[in-house]
């Protein structure tokens, strides 16, 4: 059988909990061996589509196909052909490491030769061989974290699902996750991840799909998403405020741009089309003038910025509701 070109396909998901329309006509499309970020607000319908699409809920309408088998009529199949890391660490913390991993084996369904194998290959694999004997209470939030995706991985199956992964996660612990998952699409996996860190999907998603009251309102490659606010812009921030107003006209005749002056930040800033060359001659404009600037730079919109032109919200203002 020919894999599926798309690991993951949604088309019209509907799921009501009671007055609640969590999921109201949810398309989706996740190339297979790609990470695919979706991303929304509180309550926009991120978790209620991930536990559909893992077999955890059944939906009022639509359909879904993960790894090529549909959600309802071929659910038992699915089930063996993803991993899921929620929220919540799902490890045991009496059980050591390798205790934990050949119990998820033996869950699985795993001989008890095959479970100690796979556990002792997933164990390496993750860089938790020397802590394998530890309880897992006593593992710091990443190496916790790096156990969960180790025991979602016990089937090596084609899709992982992970929740905000990274939730709770000191800087450090975050950037292990991701070298992980970075590795696991290397090796083929399909990655679906929702998550409230935009940083976390503008570093790990190839494509990116964003929710709002249970349906796509928008799509694409982050790039893509991020040009949709206007491409690069020189912005300049300067010591003393007197000096915002001619400081915008000398930006503004050197990039060729009209320029936004944000007074509170003693910022200013404009298009600029030629990037690098934009840069340097605001730099030598400004520094001919005799304006004294704090900073200047050229930057690109963020993921934030998009998602709040996109929702209105930024990602943990809405209050959660059972979506």
Do not use: C
Not at 36 to 48: C, E, M
Request: no cysteine; glycine share 12%; aromatic share 4%.
């Amino acid at each position: 059988m020919t894999a599926p070109q798309f690991a993951v396909v949604a088309e019209g998901l509907r799921k009501r909990y009671g007055g609640t329309e969590a999921l109201a006509g949810l398309d989706l499309a996740v190339p297979a061996g790609t990470v695919h970020g979706l991303l929304g607000p509180n309550g926009a319908g991120k978790t209620t589509a991930v536990r559909v699409l893992t077999t955890l809920t059944r939906p009022d309408g639509g359909t879904a196909t993960v790894a090529g088998h549909d959600v309802v009529r071929g659910a038992a199949r699915v089930r063996t052909r993803v991993g899921l890391v929620g929220q919540h660490a799902a490890v045991d913390e009496v059980l050591s490491g390798r205790q934990n991993l050949v119990m998820f084996g033996r869950l699985y369904h795993l001989g008890s030769r095959t479970a100690r194998r796979r556990a002792d290959e997933l164990l390496e694999r993750f860089r938790l061989t020397e802590a394998a004997g530890r309880p897992a209470g006593q593992y710091s939030g990443g190496m916790r974290r790096r156990l969960d995706l180790a025991a979602s991985m016990i089937l090596a199956p084609p899709v992982l699902f992970l929740d905000e992964p990274t939730t709770g996660l000191d800087p450090r612990s975050r950037t292990e996750v991701w070298d992980e998952v970075r590795a696991l699409v290397e090796g083929g996996t399909t990655v679906l991840l929702t998550t409230q860190y935009l940083e976390e999907a503008d570093r790990l998603a190839d494509g990116i799909s964003v929710i709002d009251h249970g349906r796509v309102i928008a799509e694409g490659a982050p790039d893509r998403l991020k040009a949709r606010l206007g491409g690069d812009r020189v912005e300049v921030v300067l010591d003393d405020p007197s000096a915002l107003a001619d400081a915008a006209a000398i930006l503004a005749r050197a990039v060729g741009a009209e320029a936004e002056v944000d007074a509170a930040a003693l910022r200013v800033g404009a298009p600029a089309a030629g990037r690098a060359a934009a840069l340097t001659e605001a730099v030598r404009a400004l520094d001919a003038a005799g304006v004294r600037v704090a900073d200047i730079g050229l930057r690109r919109p963020t993921l934030d910025e998009v998602f709040l032109h996109l929702t209105g919200d930024t990602a943990q203002d809405r209050k959660e509701v059972p979506a």
